[in-house]
Every structure is written in structure tokens, then in C-alpha cells.
């Protein structure tokens, strides 16, 4: 059974590292935890993953404005089968799969995926299928009706590395939209700007 982890896991080192290796062998759901859930998180990383507000807003903050969205690929899709049940989605359900890299100072600081099934994108909302390179957040906390439930934290790990990940669904009219977040090492250099 393939995860999102796979993919991630496939991209990050595609990208970061010169080779590729095994991030995990099994990832399984129970591996997510509610960031309301007191669990240990070092210090660095709590504020990153527990803050329910813009994350584009604060790596706008942290980069002193030297921040972008690369868009890396984006396409309708079946969703993984953990993002079905995160989303309550039936399976075989497609989605338009957006996958972005979120820069600061030209490094990779976070990778984000958004799963967006299809009733979402309906009237006012069809505008996510043509954001390019502008950054998800900036338009989801633009709009007060939308409505962002509870994050959830998990930890990634390989021999070489340790990679934080939290997610989230946001509600646009009833409608769940869920976005990734991966925080790469490079992040870990930068102040979070509280």
C-alpha cells in the first residue's frame, strides 16, 4: 500500500540529497498525532509545527521577504490511501494534487502537498486550479469564512536525517481541502519569528 510519505520521501531526496534511501519502511496513520496532544517536540521545531496561523506568512517574516513558491507539479490525480482517510474521500477518489517547494534566501525550506477533491473546487473555488507559483496559504487566510481544523504532527526520520511534517484540513463552505507540510533541514538555521 503506497503512502504520500513515498512520494515525499522520493522527492526530497531527488532534490536535497545525491542518493536516494529508504525514509521509512512502513508509515502507517497512527504515526500522525494532534499537535493538542502534549508530546516531546524539540524546541526549535515546536513553534513551526504548532502555529495555526499563515505558515507563508511567517517564512515571509523569517526570510525578511526573500521568499517564494516554486511550483513543482500539480494535476488531477487518486489520492493516497491515507489522504482518503483523512479526508473521508472514497477510494479511487481524484483530487487535484498540488506539490509546491516554499523558499527562503533561494534554499528548501518546506515542501507542501495539497489534496484538493474535486467538490471543492466549485464556484469561488475554482480559482485554486490557477494559482501557479503564488503560495496556497496567501489565499486561504485571505478569506475568514474558511475554517482550519486541527493539526496533526508526525515525525520522519532516515540514517541521515530527521523530518518534522504536520497537516491539516481547511473547510471552504463545508468542503475539506488537506495540506502537507515538510520542514527540511535547511529550516532549521532560521529563527522562528515569533
Not at 513553534?47 to 496561523?53: E, I
Not at 491515507?82 to 494534487?97: K, N, T, Y
Request: hydrophobic residues 40%; positive net charge.
Amino acid at each position: 500500500m503506497l503512502h504520500w510519505v513515498d512520494l515525499l520521501v522520493e522527492l526530497i531526496f531527488t532534490r536535497i540529497m545525491s542518493a536516494r534511501t529508504a525514509l521509512l519502511n512502513s508509515f502507517q496513520r497512527q504515526h500522525w498525532r494532534s499537535a493538542k496532544r502534549r508530546q516531546p517536540l524539540p524546541a526549535h521545531w515546536r513553534p513551526w509545527l504548532t502555529d495555526r496561523g499563515s505558515l507563508t506568512r511567517r517564512l515571509v517574516q523569517a526570510s525578511q521577504h526573500s521568499f517564494s513558491v516554486e511550483r513543482l507539479r500539480q494535476g488531477w490525480q487518486t489520492m493516497r490511501p491515507s489522504e482518503q482517510i483523512c479526508l473521508q474521500q472514497p477510494a479511487h477518489h481524484w483530487a487535484l494534487i498540488r506539490e509546491v517547494m516554499l523558499r527562503g534566501h533561494q534554499q528548501d525550506w518546506v515542501f507542501a502537498r495539497s489534496i484538493i477533491p474535486r467538490n471543492t473546487l466549485r464556484g469561488r473555488h475554482r480559482a485554486l486550479r490557477s494559482l501557479g507559483n503564488q503560495s496556497l496559504g496567501s489565499w486561504l487566510f485571505s478569506d475568514p469564512s474558511i475554517q482550519r481544523g486541527d493539526l496533526e504532527i508526525c515525525r520522519l526520520e532516515d540514517q541521515h536525517s530527521v523530518y518534522w511534517a504536520r497537516r491539516s484540513i481547511f473547510r471552504l463552505e463545508g468542503q475539506p481541502l488537506l495540506v502537507i507540510e515538510v520542514f527540511l533541514p535547511s529550516l532549521r538555521r532560521v529563527e522562528y519569528p515569533g
